[in-house]
């Protein structure tokens, strides 16, 4: 398996990442703590007025979903050029392509994770009761890693051949940033449309944080299930697509 | 014009390159857009490629040890089977395989990044080349010493000069180690005294029968080091031998076409 053949190569580039993308800031790392409190602050402001807030703390529910979006947009944009910004590297050495998307998103989980730290500090300074359903959420971020992952194998491999892909992904992420729960409250959907809007793995897995994080309780089990078997498909389907595509890719970049 | 003898694969051998075929795709419009190929679809002629056969119907084998050398025209073919043989390129038909731990590169100082110091590149170049990081931190000292660049440890490689880049390089991919060794083009990297340490590399790599296969237009060198060469033309073997004689071959042929 080449996670662990290559797991040295897979460590220096993550930390090389990380390096060279917090390095040429002043604030460096700072920036991404920065970053998602204005945008909680901003966004707070808005949408407390247009939604008669009926849940508590709607910061801290703000703040958990851009925490949760800001990983899985910076991971697929950072995944899907991967490849293409690399092209000394595929076209002149030989390893295993999948090791420039993992280590993309390894190192955007790491910038996230520290997030998540100084979000757990906001948690506990507010004294929101924390249980010990806080146990599951290494699992849960293991989960999120293998979706982010996945779209991103078949991302970075389609980007390859379509160009133009990046900005067709960012139109779809500003058209998910609105249908996943970050600004507004669940209850805000309509009770009929509720069945097709808890599709999205990424609104569970927000709902997931936010049992666990927030509210201190043990998400429903079936929860869990579901987006660990959104996950498996995924990667399976991503690994399939990659697979396919990357015969070419010394040819394309 | 391989012998039956050549195709014949023995305890010695290294490399195999058996019925290679590889082909291009040189798109008539470069579609590289979703837009394109959406709008290509419209006016028709969807599939608007040519096929050029980079590689024909290629078979030989190289034993432990050898130095082989690779000569022809330009876009003869060579570094594109130089990539088939390292696994970067995959033939369109035929297999090639190699016995033995073979080095990943076919090029020097690729995988170095401009931001980072001298010392984390060693760090990156030398784990892309397969290097562990234990590894690494063994040998750090030895390499920074071999390409005299101890002074500049903690310089961002692009302040550097592209002969001190490429002395890293150097220095750092000859711990690989490999049992065998695909060079495309010679290093013409440094001044007159790191080239004599290059030589003396790479002589020392041959005793240590690592098998070498050089690509190179530099028949001298070709001649110096190889015992037996390849000429390819057009993607096709025109002879395969004693180098002398296939480096003959390769100037009557340049003749004829002048």
């Known amino acids: 398996m080449w996670i662990f053949e290559y797991r040295d190569l897979i460590q220096v580039l993550t930390i090389s990442n990380l390096k060279i993308k917090y390095q040429s800031s002043v604030l460096g790392f700072a920036w991404s703590l920065i970053n998602p409190l204005f945008m909680m602050i901003i966004l707070y402001i808005v949408f407390s007025g247009i939604f008669k807030i009926s849940e508590k703390q709607f910061a801290l529910y703000i703040l958990i979903g851009i925490v949760t979006w800001r990983f899985f947009t910076s991971a697929t944009n950072l995944g899907m050029i991967s490849i293409v910004s690399q092209p000394g590297l595929v076209k002149k050495i030989f390893f295993p392509r999948e090791i420039l998307v993992f280590s993309s998103v390894l190192s955007c989980l790491i910038s996230s994770l520290l997030e998540f730290a100084v979000l757990f500090c906001i948690l506990i300074i507010l004294q929101v009761s924390i ?31 379509y160009r133009d892909l990046n900005q067709i992904w960012d139109v779809l992420l500003q058209a998910g940033f609105f249908l996943c729960p970050i600004v507004y409250p669940i209850t805000v959907i309509p009770e009929k449309y509720l069945d097709i809007y808890m599709l999205n793995p990424l609104t569970v897995i927000m709902e997931i944080f936010r049992d666990i994080l927030l509210n201190g309780i043990f998400p429903p089990l079936w929860d869990v299930v579901y987006v660990s078997l959104w996950g498996l498909f995924l990667l399976i389907f991503g690994h399939y697509l990659f697979s396919r595509l990357k015969i070419r890719f010394a040819e394309e970049v | 014009m391989t012998g039956p003898s050549d195709d014949k694969e023995t305890p010695q ?105 001298a010392r984390e590149n060693i760090f990156l170049y030398g784990s892309i080349l397969g290097l562990k990081k234990n590894q690494i931190r063994e040998k750090y000292d030895e390499i920074l010493s071999f390409s005299e660049l101890k002074k500049f440890e903690n310089m961002k490689i692009k302040n550097f000069s592209s002969g001190m880049t490429a002395r890293l390089a150097f220095a750092t991919a000859i711990q690989t180690d ?27 790599m041959k005793e240590r029968e690592v098998t070498i296969v050089f690509v190179s237009h530099a028949l001298r060198l ?37």
């Open chain 2, 178 to 204: 490999p049992d065998i060794l695909l060079i495309d083009e010679m290093l013409a990297v440094g001044d007159e005294e790191f080239n004599y340490k290059v030589v003396e590399k790479i002589n020392e």
């Open chain 1, 131 to 161: 249980s010990s359903s806080i146990l599951l959420f290494p699992i849960i971020i293991l989960i999120f890693f293998g979706i982010a992952y996945a779209f991103s194998l078949g991302l970075s491999s389609l980007f390859v051949y």
């Open chain 2, 13 to 117: 051998t290294a490399i195999v390159v058996d019925h290679v075929s590889k082909k291009f795709r040189i798109p008539l419009e470069k579609k590289y857009t979703v837009y394109q190929h959406l709008f290509g679809i419209f006016k028709g002629g969807y599939y608007s490629y040519n096929e050029f056969l980079a590689l024909d119907d290629i078979s030989f084998t190289v034993n432990h040890g050898e130095s082989f050398g690779i000569i022809g025209p330009n876009g003869s073919g060579k570094s594109t089977l130089l990539k088939l043989i390292a696994g970067i390129l995959y033939p369109d038909k035929g297999y090639t395989r190699a016995y033995g731990r073979i080095a990943p590169f076919i090029e020097l100082g690729v995988g170095f990044h401009p931001e980072l110091t």
């Open chain 2, 222 to 258: 070709v001649q110096q080091y190889c015992s037996r060469t390849l000429l390819l033309s057009k993607g096709k073997i025109i002879q395969i031998g004693d180098t002398s004689q296939v480096i003959e071959k390769y100037l009557q042929i340049t003749r004829e076409h002048q």
